[in-house]
């Protein structure tokens, strides 16, 4: 990735007031926003976020569960002026919350990491990543399909070192899941072309033209289901103007699940999670860090399952049913 081209990513992604969710966190009481009608020199109460490495999540070292985010430190600053251009914006979507068809590009890493841990199965039953990868896109087929059947998916597969378009778009979910029985396990590198993946989604499908009344909503919208499933191999990526185009079109949406070993000295799962997090330009996305563990890793795909327009942030997202 060029260094210009980083730096900019980087600097849109400190813009957040929080960093990208992951599982299982305690979102209360994270920070509070207190602004008078007149925020140009006024006085105002900040609880302010202080992140001591990176502004995305980190996985947790100690859970197997990939639960923790990042080491953040709170601050209270009372009583401080805030100047106008120093308010930090939180992403606010700006679109019409209709069920347009979405076009979904599920992108299924084949590659299998050289010490890989099996997902065991409430049943005692153990299932290599590939194929509970291949189950759990399965079931966000049938699922999504079940929702409306309007909704087409096109599938990728990434390679060693590159990726593969193997399906065009289609609402016939059996031959989807057809493919997705051929597909093979692969070995993998120190480093993963992520430019190759975009490469092929500028080729194979071109993202509305955003109209200035965004009141309108669009034919369609195009979303990437990432499954990253390697440990140790990093994704890079030098972006062109037609991929920075593409991520910061409001009718696109890259969300990632990523399955793993549990993070320590001998991987690199922390690193990768962050830098795919940077993809996120707009602060839309949902990202899932899951270690081998089935039930999570359903739970994140059915997550997945709700319409990029009428879902809300990742961070304000409550799955909790109240009795009461």
Known sequence: ????????????????????????????????????????????????????????SDISEDNSVCSSVGKLEIDNIESQEVKEQEVIKIPVHTLPP??????????????????????????????????????????????????????????????ENSASWVHDFTNNIQSIIQKLKEIEE??????????????????????PKQNNDLIIPP?????????????????????????????????FTFDVAMTHEIPDSSNKCNLIFKELQQLDTKGFAYFFPVSRNASLLYTAIAKLLAHPLQRCTQKDANYKINSN
């Open 1 to 56: 990735m060029s260094g210009p081209a980083k730096k900019q990513r980087q600097k849109k992604n400190n813009e957040r007031i929080i960093p990208i969710q992951v599982e299982d966190r305690d979102f209360k009481a994270d920070e509070k926003i207190k602004t008078t009608d007149n925020v140009k020199n006024t006085t105002t109460t900040v609880d302010s976020i202080v992140i001591t490495e990176s502004p995305t």
């Open 98 to 159: 209709y069920n347009v068809p979405e076009k979904i590009i599920i992108v299924l890493d084949r590659a299998e990491d050289e010490v890989s841990t099996s997902f065991e199965l409430k049943n005692g039953n153990k299932l290599k990543p590939l194929d509970m990868l291949k189950y759990s896109v399965k079931f966000f087929l049938n699922m999504k399909n079940s929702f409306d059947n309007k909704h087409e998916f096109a599938l990728i597969t990434l390679n």
């Open 186 to 207: 692969c070995e993998t590198e120190d480093i993963f072309d992520l430019g190759t993946v975009f490469d092929l989604i500028n080729k194979n499908i071109k993202v």
């Open 219 to 251: 034919p369609f919208v195009v979303r990437v289901l990432f499954l990253y499933n390697r440990s140790i191999t990093m994704p890079e990526i030098e972006l062109t103007d037609e991929t920075s185009e593409l991520l910061l079109s409001p009718y």
